[in-house]
């Protein structure tokens, strides 16, 4: 039905900017909500961004003022533009979609973000 991909992570320093991708394929009509949550070892998966079929965004406290999630129109893609990065948002992110119809939750494989100097 969908597939997810991400991109975009790598290694940067406390303060710098990064950009994630996220590239949807399929059936890209029945993407509902669209989030990216990260996971650190030993800590409970958490959710950044939401951006809904409508373009509405909401944040997680933590990340509010320095991330900015956005889509492609076409909603072929999803971004989450981060600024100011910290040492604790050292994480794999994750690409997530709700579909409609099923409501069904696909996953991508995940990205790397390292914050460290």
């Known amino acids: 039905q969908v597939q997810l991909v991400e991109s975009g992570g790598g290694l940067v320093q406390p303060g710098g900017s990064l950009k994630l991708s996220c590239t949807a394929s399929?059936?890209?009509?029945?993407?509902?909500?669209m989030d990216w949550y990260r996971r650190t070892p030993g800590k409970e998966r958490e959710l950044v961004a939401t951006?809904?079929?409508?373009?509405?965004?909401t944040y997680a406290d933590s990340v509010k003022g320095r991330f900015t999630v956005s889509n492609a129109n076409p909603r072929t893609a999803i971004y989450l533009q981060m600024n100011n990065l910290r040492p604790e948002d050292t994480a794999v992110y994750y690409c997530?979609?709700?579909?409609?119809?099923?409501?069904?939750?696909?996953w991508g494989r995940g990205t790397q973000v390292i914050v460290s100097s």
């Open positions: 951006i809904t079929a409508r373009g509405a965004t």
């Open positions: 997530h979609a709700k579909l409609f119809i099923t409501s069904d939750d696909v």
């Open positions: 399929g059936t890209i009509s029945l993407l509902k909500n």
